[in-house]
């Protein structure tokens, strides 16, 4: 199909955008969505509305759990937000959304030991012991069980967005032709747990940003229908936030990206590993884990985790690591251009250019 021919993104090539993601929307007939109150999950929340209602399903860590202050400095000044928000800056988004969408919506808030008991459960959907899949994970699985309790059976997710319509920095300085092989490229690689979580559930789950006819219509969009510019700040998925200014306030269509992690407050988990297990505890098993079993661990949350996927699966097999396997745990990397180990979470070690 030929590329559209736009130099800026017209009312027409927006409503275009709106007309296929509806439509895939429509077409799910799913019964929930994970809402973290994020563009992506509100956006589908926006479109889903104005076909029916659909319950929303949303995971914090409670406002009362013992917080690393420090992180929590951190993450408000990487997010341009008030420390106050954490530790789920997600909460109030996510009830906004709801609110103004007039959908029901159930919040659940855990502690901080709450969701480490699903730690498990996940890594053994996931088969990962990467720290930063596993916090991510965590929120998800415990939402699909929330919404599976609710009787649903099938689950909208937001996963894609990111991949397919700009909504990495790193993605906001490239010149039009090397983003559009760029997004050429995530599609080819893009991976996402949610199907594996919600199959150890026994429901399903539905991102309307990975289905064909949405990761096609980015190959054939112009640059400015990605990148863009509001008070002086360059944001990525310009055309989805367009498509529903006038649906959602302000707070939501410009709201910046919020990892799963930060906005749930599940990347807390790693400072509370980080007070649990001391320095000697990590390096003596870092050690034996490496003697043993050949796995390279790189933090205490990560040896938390690969204590679990060790009992469940056993141990990796590193040693063995051959050409194309990850050299912190032997994980054979598929596709072979991802630069990334699903498994550890190591990465760096392969092109993650097209």
């Known amino acids: 199909m030929r590329k559209l021919q736009m130099s800026d993104l017209s009312p027409e090539l927006v409503e275009s955008f709106a007309r296929v993601l509806r439509a895939r929307i429509d077409a799910a007939n799913a019964d929930a969505i994970l809402l973290s109150g994020g563009l992506d999950t509100s956006t589908i929340a926006a479109f889903a509305a104005q076909k029916g209602s659909i319950e929303c399903v949303t995971v914090c860590v409670r406002s009362d759990a013992p917080i690393d202050p420090a992180h929590r400095d951190l993450l408000a000044g990487k997010l341009g937000c008030d420390p106050a928000s954490f530790p789920s800056p997600d909460a109030a988004f996510a009830q906004e959304c709801a609110t103004t969408l007039h959908l ?10 709450d969701l480490l008991s699903h730690a498990p459960a996940t890594v053994r959907a996931i088969r990962s012991f990467d720290p930063m899949q596993v916090r991510n994970g965590i929120p998800i699985y415990v939402g699909l069980v929330g919404a599976k309790a609710r009787g649903a059976q099938r689950v909208f997710t937001g996963d894609g967005a990111d991949e397919m319509y700009a909504g990495y920095s790193h993605m906001w300085g490239m010149a039009p032709e090397k983003l559009a092989a760029y997004l050429r490229h995530m599609a080819s690689i893009m991976r996402f ?12 789950t539905v991102s309307p940003f990975t289905e064909p006819a949405l990761v096609n219509l980015a190959f054939q969009l112009p640059h400015a229908a990605f990148i863009g510019e509001r008070d002086g700040r360059v944001m990525g998925k310009w055309v989805v ?114």
Not at 193 to 204: H, K, N, Q, S, W
Request: aromatic share 10%; proline share 7%; with cysteine.
């Open 104 to 113: 029901p919506h159930a919040l659940h808030f855990l502690s901080l030991d």
């Open 193 to 204: 747990t949610t199907p594996d979580l919600a199959a150890a559930v026994g429901i399903e």
């Open 241 to 354: 936030r367009k498509a529903v200014e006038r649906l959602l306030p302000g707070s939501l269509v410009w709201r910046v990206k919020t990892p799963i992690e930060y906005g749930s407050g599940s990347t807390f988990l790693g400072p509370l590993m980080n007070a649990r297990i001391s320095d000697a505890e990590f390096a003596d098993a870092q050690a034996e884990l490496l003697a043993r079993d050949g796995v390279r661990l790189r933090e205490k949350e990560q040896l938390y985790y690969y204590r679990s996927f060790r009992e469940i699966f056993g141990p990796v097999s590193a040693a063995a690591a051959g050409k194309g396997d990850c050299p912190y745990c032997g994980t054979v990397i598929d596709p072979p251009n991802r630069n990334y180990c699903g498994v550890c979470g190591a990465w760096g070690f392969a092109g993650d250019q097209p």
